[in-house]
């Protein structure tokens, strides 16, 4: 029987609960936990061992170098550094594209050639950079994007009617990131236009506050406790579980971009269709002039970023 084997980069708050969602979603049937720390890669698998009984399937943890993640069919990514400040990212962006780099380099060696997550910020640019290196085949490299931002714009609404979370989905484009735009002509409750759903449910919505408010929410979480972990590793196990069973499910993706939206040459949080090919499909939705005005201007802040981490990994 062919088994689901996921990698995880990184032993830390992302990826220990990456790897805990993974097996509480029946994600996965083998999770590697790779970290350069070999002693809090361990402990983490041990911990993680001691709750497979109260999980829903039989999954097995375990710890692996590189050379151990070649037979992955998924490998996601959260090694990195992060920081909410601004005055630090640049030492965030080379840190990290240095690193990656690097951990890209192993696992070419490893002979792994599935699927590449990645998780670590700034999202949008190290995805473009892992794009860049040409290690695997195209729609086998891509990030979670704005998925996260999207599952929390859908529990702001959720606040704001009352309704289940499910009654909708929320969609955020752009950067994962402060640029990031919400394409509300996108935005149905249940097939329902939301300007018609909003005055049946008699309530109004700031745009501008909104959007806001999804950037804030990352900053008050990280001010509170120092990381955010839970949502990104709901988000980031939901996507492996859909390309191991080829759900060919649309999730809002960093994908590469090669003239979607009038793009080409960065990765961005766009719909994409996932399956066990990884993306393979980035669908171009019709956007209001005024909300690909905002696309527009958040590429090129992702473009921007690019070009800074090239600037950074010369010197």
């Known amino acids: 029987m062919h088994k689901r084997i996921l990698g995880i980069i990184g032993a830390g708050h992302v990826g220990s609960h990456i790897a805990y969602a993974a097996g509480m979603l029946d994600a996965a049937d083998i999770v590697k936990i790779c970290d350069i720390n070999e002693i809090a890669a361990a402990s983490q698998v041990q911990d993680l061992n001691d709750a497979v009984k109260f999980m829903p399937g039989k999954v097995h943890y375990e710890s692996a170098g590189y050379p151990e993640l070649g037979d992955c069919g998924i490998i996601i990514n959260t090694a990195g550094k992060t920081s909410m400040s601004a005055e630090n990212r640049d030492n965030e962006l080379i840190f990290t594209a240095r690193l990656i780099i690097s951990c890209m380099e192993k696992v070419q060696a490893s002979g792994f050639s599935g699927v590449f997550i990645n998780v670590a910020n700034p999202c949008d640019v190290i995805t473009q950079v892992i794009s860049e290196s040409g290690i695997l085949p195209e729609g086998h490299v891509f990030g979670t994007g704005t998925s996260l931002d999207s599952a929390r714009l859908t529990d702001y609404l959720s606040q704001l009617t009352g309704l289940n979370h499910n009654s909708f989905d929320g969609l955020v484009m752009g950067e994962h990131g402060d640029s990031q735009m919400i394409p509300w002509s996108h935005i149905d409750f249940m097939g329902q236009p939301f300007e018609k759903a909003a005055r049946e449910f008699g309530i109004h919505i700031d745009r501008e506050q909104a959007r806001k408010h999804i950037l804030d929410t990352a900053r008050r979480i990280y001010k509170g406790k120092g990381c955010t972990e839970f949502g990104i590793g709901a988000v980031a196990a939901s996507i492996a579980r859909a390309v191991f069973a080829d759900d060919k499910k649309i999730f809002m993706l960093s994908a590469p971009l090669h003239g979607e939206y009038g ?29 690909r005005e905002q696309f527009n201007q958040s590429c090129e802040k992702i473009r921007q970023g690019v070009c800074r981490a090239h600037e950074l990994m010369k010197e």
């Open 263 to 291: 793009h080409t040459g960065i990765c961005a949080g766009v719909p994409a269709v996932v399956g066990q090919n990884g993306i393979e499909k980035v669908l171009e939705y019709d956007l209001t002039e005024e909300e």
